[in-house]
């Protein structure tokens, strides 16, 4: 599965995913870092000290991801605003 627009590659497989019980919410370019992430927290009871580094790496991942999207929001609202001024100095001419 390949997300369009986006610079990362799916890692972990559908089957990896429903077997690690990834929730649907969360599989995206980044599930391949939260999977050893549960399980790390499920051997550690969920201790909120524990499985720091891999939490840390995980966030960073969707960090990016977001700041990809809000990268390309950008993109497309600079192209429609700039579409709309040339739209606008279009019916001024006439």
């Given amino acids: 599965m390949e997300v369009p627009g ?7 497989t ?3 995913m429903v077997a690690a019980r990834v929730p649907l919410g969360y599989r995206d370019q980044c599930a391949h870092l939260l999977i050893p992430l ?16 891999e939490r840390h790496v995980y966030e960073k991942c969707e960090y990016e991801l977001v700041m990809e999207r ?3 929001m950008q ?10 001024q040339i ?8």
């Fill in 75 to 84: 993109k497309i609202r600079e192209e429609e605003a700039k579409a709309k």
């Fill in 38 to 53: 549960n399980k790390c927290r499920q051997a550690e009871f969920f201790l909120p000290w524990k499985c720091e580094d």
């Fill in 14 to 16: 559908q089957d990896e």
């Fill in 70 to 72: 809000m990268l390309a």
């Fill in 6 to 12: 986006s610079s990362k590659k799916m890692i972990a």
């Fill in 87 to 94: 739209k606008l100095q279009g019916t001024a001419l006439l």
